[in-house]
Nanobody
């Protein structure tokens, strides 16, 4: 399995930016898809973004498209989520996830078998 550790969360004002990091260790060679999910208080977990490790293909939820960017540093086994133009509704716990699969259901949490502990992002007005 893969161990994932997120960092970079915090408190930011509306319109601000944050960059989340997800450092992977362990069997990283089996992580073909990396994803970011978030869960706001009282709401269900939702897909944010995903990236195919080998091709670099990226996918985004409509709610973050144009504002968030997922990227990775292969040498550091780290995936990033750059979040710009943050909105109040972006407040949530963000978790990264890894999957050995390249199946098309990258939006589904069930695809992923390794999860980080999460990092809190709070956007204030």
């Amino acid at each position: 399995q893969v161990q994932l550790v997120e960092s970079g969360g915090g408190l930011v004002e509306t319109g601000g930016s944050l960059r989340l990091s997800c450092a992977a260790s362990g069997r990283t060679s089996s992580s073909n898809t990396m994803g970011w999910f978030r869960q706001a208080a009282g709401k269900e977990r939702e897909f944010v973004a995903a990236s195919r490790w080998t091709t670099g293909t990226t996918y985004y939820a409509d709610s973050v498209k144009g504002r968030f960017t997922i990227s990775r540093d292969n040498a550091k086994n780290t995936v990033y989520l750059q979040m710009n133009s943050l909105k109040l509704e972006d407040t949530a716990v963000y978790r990264c996830a890894a999957s050995p699969s390249i199946a098309s259901n990258y939006r589904s949490a069930s695809l992923y078998d390794s999860w980080g502990q999460g990092t809190q992002v709070t956007v204030s007005s």
